[in-house]
Every structure is written in C-alpha cells, then in structure tokens.
C-alpha cells in the first residue's frame, strides 16, 4: 500500500453530480503525475474502488480487473463512463468477471455498482492483456492506453520524414513511448535529450526503448514550469490536442509556449499538427521566425525560431 492511510480508491476525475468519490481516496490514475499505481497495490487491501473506466477495452478491461484485484472480498466498485465510450460495455465485462451487477444510466453515462465476489474469474488474463508489452510490429515497448500505443502516429511519421540536423541539448515534450526521441538521438551532436509526458505508461515504455545515457525521462505535465529545463538548443514535439476526449486546442498553444520559454535565443522548435488547428498566430507571437517545412496527409510541419 502507499503511505497514505486510505482504504478507498479512484481512478481518474468522475464527474461529482455522478458518483460521489471518498475525499481521501488514493488517485491511481496514470494520468495524474504522483499518483500510486494501481498494478503495484496488494491485493484485497481497499474497501471500496471508483473508477471512471477508460475508453480503449484493453486498457478498461485491465482497469476493471486490477480494481477488482485490489479490493478486499464485498468491496465496493463503482465503474461508470460515457455510453459512447465504454459505458455500454461495463456490465457485460464486469459479469465476466462473475460479478453481480447493478446498473443506471444517467447524463449520458452508465454507472455500474458491484461488490467484489469471492472468487473472480479472468482477472489475471485481463490484466496480463493490457500491461505493458514488447510490439511485434513496432518493434517497441508499448501499452494500450498510451497514445498511437500500437502505430506510428501519422503527424509523427511526417516529422520524422523532415527532422533537421539536431545538435545540443533539447527536448521532447508529449514524448510518448519516445518515437521520436529515437530518431532525434540517432543524431551523434546531440548531447542531452529531456523527455516529458503526463502518461506514466507511455514514460515506462519510452524508457525500455531509448536506450541512450544521453536520455532523462520525466513523468510531469510538459505545461508546468519546472517540467522542461531552460537554454535548449531545441525542441521536437507532437503536442497533444484533445482533452478528456474533447478538443482543446489551447493545449497545443500551451505546448508551444512551454516550448518557447525552454529554447535559449537562436534555438528553434520543430513541430507537427494537424493541417485545421489554427497555431500560425501563436507561433508568430512567440518567434522570431516561422516557416511551414512540409505539408501532407492533413498534417502540417512548422519550423520556428526563437
């Protein structure tokens, strides 16, 4: 168990008018830099669980299944997510598991209510299927949860097509389970890359697959102040646009600004984004100079110095 003293769990920010979570409740969601990870907690030691589940279904499955693992026998799970994402599927899972169910509907959302049974079934596979795994296919460590887990974003496969001669120090903000860190350390004058993102998963696979002293990692949102150094000679990123689903494009104008306040005068930013987002203005508020270095598959290259 973490330090705290708290039987109760909550994965992820429930909406209040929902489910009500306990006020000390441990936050296990790997999307909240400094929580506790919900793998590593014994098994049987809460008394009650509320988790707002995930969308992707190995992920939520995982979720679930951990959260069952996690509770004492007649804990209490609360489960619910928008029908849309996953919500309908809640029930069904959770029965799967040989539990008991209840279940309403409310504001879009199921919320499903069950009490950990004596002896759940599936819970091991469940888990071993969402965990943290090497992908054939990519050729990387990587966890469904964790941005483009299992593919090659497109708007990063285009910044890899453009990537300049990279030097100095720089950094990767939003790394992902580090694409991109690879190939800019594949640049021998590059002498230090700092990699940051908010998903624990995504840091632990970026871990496994940059191999490179010349690397650091850090777990933090890439929007606070002490998540970045300063002086960077640059900075590569595919900054994140959506929210909790929803499209927030301040998020990709905060990206950018991180990343102008992090670059010492003459350093330069290279960034990708999909072709609508409207961040010329912002880039050219910040920077010296702005130019557009490659354009396709509705992604658009921005070069931008400082």
């Excluded at 499955?61 to 029908?83: M, N, W």
């Excluded at 991109?180 to 640049?187: K, T």
């Amino acid at each position: 168990m973490p330090d705290q003293l708290s039987t109760s769990g909550l994965y992820g920010l429930p909406p209040g008018d929902l489910v009500e979570a306990p006020s000390d409740a441990i936050q296990f969601s790997p999307l909240k830099p400094g929580s506790a990870d919900l793998a590593g907690i014994e098994p049987g030691s809460l008394s009650e669980m509320v988790v707002l589940a995930p969308p992707g279904t190995l992920e939520r499955r995982r979720i679930l299944a951990l959260a069952l693992r996690a509770l004492t026998v007649g804990g209490r799970l609360t489960a619910l997510a928008p029908k849309a994402k996953g919500g309908q599927r809640l029930a069904p899972e959770l029965t799967e598991f040989g539990c008991g169910i209840g279940e309403t509907s409310r504001r879009h959302h199921r919320i499903v209510e069950t009490l950990r049974p004596a002896s759940p079934v599936g819970l091991d596979a469940a888990i071993a299927a969402g965990d943290l795994r090497l992908d054939p296919d990519l050729g990387l460590w990587t966890q469904p949860g964790a941005f483009a887990f299992d593919r090659v974003d497109p708007g990063s496969a285009l910044l890899l097509e453009h990537l300049p001669k990279l030097s100095g120090r720089g950094a990767d903000l939003g790394c992902g389970i580090g694409i991109l860190s690879r190939a800019v350390l594949r640049h021998p004058e590059v002498t230090a890359l700092h990699g940051v993102d908010i998903d624990r998963r995504a840091l632990a696979a970026a871990r496994r697959n940059v191999e490179d002293a010349r690397a650091t990692f850090l777990w933090a949102d890439a929007l606070g102040p002490e998540a970045v150094p300063a002086g960077l000679d640059f900075v590569v990123m595919n900054p994140p646009f959506h929210e909790d689903g929803v499209e927030n494009r301040a998020l990709g104008q905060g990206f950018i600004a991180r990343a102008h306040a992090a670059l010492r005068p003459g350093g330069f930013l290279h960034m990708t984004a999909n072709r609508h987002l409207p961040y010329e203005a912002v880039l050219s508020g910040l920077f010296k100079t702005v130019a557009m270095r490659a354009e396709g598959g509705g992604y658009k290259i921005f070069e931008a110095r400082r």
